[in-house]
Each structure stands twice: as C-alpha cells, then as structure tokens.
C-alpha cells in the first residue's frame, strides 16, 4: 500500500507564493504518475499538474500554465507543486495522487488515480 501525506498549506495574500507538498510512503515505486487536484466548496476534483516520475513528463491545467510549478524528488518520494502569483479563485483543499500508470490526456482524470492523500488548505484573499 501507498500513503500520501500532504503538507504546506496556509492562508496567504493574493500575489504571493506557496509550496506544497506529498510524501509518498509504504510501496512509493508504485506511485508511477504523481498529481496535484485542487476542489472548492460544492466543486468536484480539478486537475492542477501532474509528474511522470519514470520519465519526468510534466503536464499542467490551463488555469495554472505560467504560474504554477510541479516537480518531484524520487530519492525523498516527494512531489512539490510551487505556486506564484496566487489568485483568490486558487483558493481550495489540494489533494496529491498517485499510482497512475498512464500518460497523456489520462493524467487529467481523478479517477484513474488509485492513492490519494487528505488534503491541504489554502486559502488567497484579495
């Protein structure tokens, strides 16, 4: 089994950054494809970015393109999203996942992720 554990979330201003991060425990190798999916009050599960942590491949959601930043740490079983200029609309509980053997337009849908972690706030205001 995989477990995920989220961390770095908090309460910032809008224009400011923010790192969070997933460590991966127990069987990490089987994390293969690691993400990040943010979800608001009353909203489903968004894609934010996505790692292949095999070959490296990254890929983002169009609301974060320039903004944010995925990258992993096979050694530590971390993945950190860094996240600039933040906008109130970021606002929401980020989730890590993982375990996903796929690549492509795949890395985008929540429900081919088979490990998740519980989540971590973050909250912009204007």
């Known amino acids: 089994q995989v477990q995920l554990v989220e961390s770095g979330g908090g309460s910032v201003q809008a224009g400011d950054s923010l790192t969070v991060s997933c460590v991966a425990s127990?069987?990490?190798?089987?994390?293969?494809?690691m993400a990040w999916f943010r979800q608001s009050p009353g909203k489903g599960r968004s894609f934010v970015a996505a790692i292949a942590r095999g070959d490296g491949r990254i890929y983002y959601g169009d609301s974060v393109k320039g903004r944010f930043t995925i990258s992993a740490d096979n050694a530590k079983s971390t993945v950190y999203l860094q996240m600039n200029d933040l906008k109130p609309e970021d606002t929401a509980t980020y989730f890590c996942?993982?375990?996903?053997?796929?690549?492509?337009?795949?890395?985008?849908?929540?429900?081919?992720?088979?490990?998740w972690g519980r989540g971590t706030q973050v909250t912009v205001s204007s």
């Open positions: 127990g069987r990490a190798s089987s994390t293969y494809t």
């Open positions: 996942a993982g375990g996903l053997k796929e690549l492509g337009e795949a890395v985008k849908t929540s429900r081919f992720y088979t490990y």
